[in-house]
Each structure stands twice: as structure tokens, then as C-alpha cells.
């Protein structure tokens, strides 16, 4: 079955330093990849997603993720955290060989330090 | 209102009660998700609807559990003598087409469900 799995349940950075989560996928198709992300108390919104267009695909608020299929990575970036940046981030996957359904990878708490 | 709209957004219950939660979805949206977000568990998938296919509902984690979608549009999640395993925030989300095709997935508030 297809699944996706993101290293780290928790990541703390400091303001203005580098943000990298980490998403690897398993799947001998390249599926759509995504990344969500929920502010506390409030619902899931799409940061970003891979279709098949460019490998590197920019989001909202700075972020970006580049798609890898040597790699099966779709990894999360952003040059300079904010503290507003503070969230849980989903890595999800669809199509592939993983059928209809959209599976979401565990989360990644990121805190941000002042 | 234009997003994906969850009720109640909070439930608190009995032990052994059953328990209904209401989706409704964007408007036009053929595709409609039910999830199950535990504290450190991440989201869970429950059960996906398309269009006219018979749902997928290879997540349910029990006969306990069963879900419906009327018309094409609003959509029933029910629980069966519920237990306090089943206590989580419940995630209903719609895209506008089939998941598997790319379509970003909108979600709900969620329906906070604890069992007593």
C-alpha cells in the first residue's frame, strides 16, 4: 500500500533560521504529492502540491518543496522561519499506486524560538 | 458559506451512545472525505466518496462505524455504540474532482468528539 512518512514528529528552529521537514513517500509511480498545514485551532489548508509540472513548487508564505523521484522525497523548505510559521505541517499523497484515496503522513510540529 | 461546513463542532457523549456528525461540502464538489485526527496520530483516513462509485471505505476502523452521502452532497458520519477509543477530531473534506487526479482537498473546522 502506498504511504507516506515524514522524519521528525517535532522540529524547533529559531526565528530567521532554516526550515526543513522532511517527506518521503513509497510508490513506483510518481503520485501528486502535497503539503498542508494547520495553524493552531484552526482547520488543514493547502500550502502547496507536485503535479507533475516543476520538480520545485512554490507555496504560500514563503515555502517550498522540491519533488525528487530518485530520492521518493518531497521535502519542505523555507530560507528564513517565522514565528507565525508556528504549526503542524501534513505531507500528503495521492494517485501513484495508491489508488483514489489521499493518504497524510503523521505531522510535523514546527516550533519557532525568538 | 462558501468552505466545507462540520456539525456539531463539538460532541461530547456517553459510552455505548451512538453518535451522528454532519458534512456538508463546497457546493460542486464531487469528492468528499472523512478523516480521524487523534492527538499524535496524524490523519487518519476513514472513507472517501466520488461522484457515483461506491465509496472506498477501506479506513473504517469497525463495524461500528459507517458513513452516507445523500444526493451527491451533504454526507453522515455514524457511530455505533461508541466507545472511548472513538474520542477525536473528525476532518470532512471535499475536492472538486477525484483525489487521485491532483485536486487539492478543502477541509472542515472538524467535529470534536469525546466519549465519557
Known amino acids: 500500500a502506498q504511504s507516506v512518512t515524514q522524519l521528525g514528529s517535532h522540529v524547533s528552529v529559531s526565528e530567521g533560521a532554516l526550515v526543513l521537514l522532511r517527506c518521503n513517500y513509497s510508490s513506483s509511480v510518481p503520485p501528486y504529492l502535497f503539503w498542508y498545514v494547520q495553524y493552531p485551532n484552526q482547520g488543514l489548508q493547502l500550502l502547496l502540491k507536485?503535479?507533475?509540472?516543476?520538480?520545485l513548487v512554490k507555496g504560500i508564505n514563503g515555502f517550498e518543496a522540491e519533488f525528487k523521484k530518485s530520492e521518493t522525497s518531497f521535502h519542505l523548505t523555507k530560507p528564513s522561519a517565522h514565528m507565525s510559521d508556528a504549526a503542524e505541517y501534513f505531507c500528503a499523497v495521492s494517485g501513484g499506486t495508491g489508488g483514489f484515496k489521499t493518504i497524510f503522513g503523521a505531522g510535523t510540529r514546527l516550533f519557532v524560538k525568538a | 458559506g462558501a468552505g466545507v461546513s462540520q456539525s456539531p463542532s463539538n460532541k461530547v457523549t456517553e459510552k455505548g451512545k451512538d453518535v451522528e456528525l454532519r458534512c456538508d461540502p463546497i457546493s460542486g464538489h464531487t469528492a468528499l472525505y472523512w478523516y480521524r485526527q487523534s492527538l499524535g496520530q496524524g490523519l487518519e483516513f476513514l472513507i472517501y466518496f466520488q461522484g457515483n462509485s461506491a465509496p472506498d471505505k477501506s479506513g473504517l476502523p469497525s463495524d461500528r462505524f459507517s458513513a452516507e452521502r445523500t444526493g451527491g452532497s451533504v454526507s453522515t458520519l455514524t457511530i455505533q455504540r461508541t466507545q472511548q477509543e472513538d474520542s477525536a477530531v473528525y476532518l470532512c473534506?471535499?475536492?472538486?474532482?477525484?483525489?487521485?487526479?491532483?485536486?487539492?482537498?478543502?477541509f472542515g473546522e472538524g467535529s470534536w468528539l469525546t466519549v465519557v
Open positions: 507536485y503535479t507533475s509540472a516543476a520538480t
Open positions: 473534506a471535499s475536492s472538486l474532482g477525484a483525489s487521485h487526479s491532483g485536486n487539492t482537498i478543502y
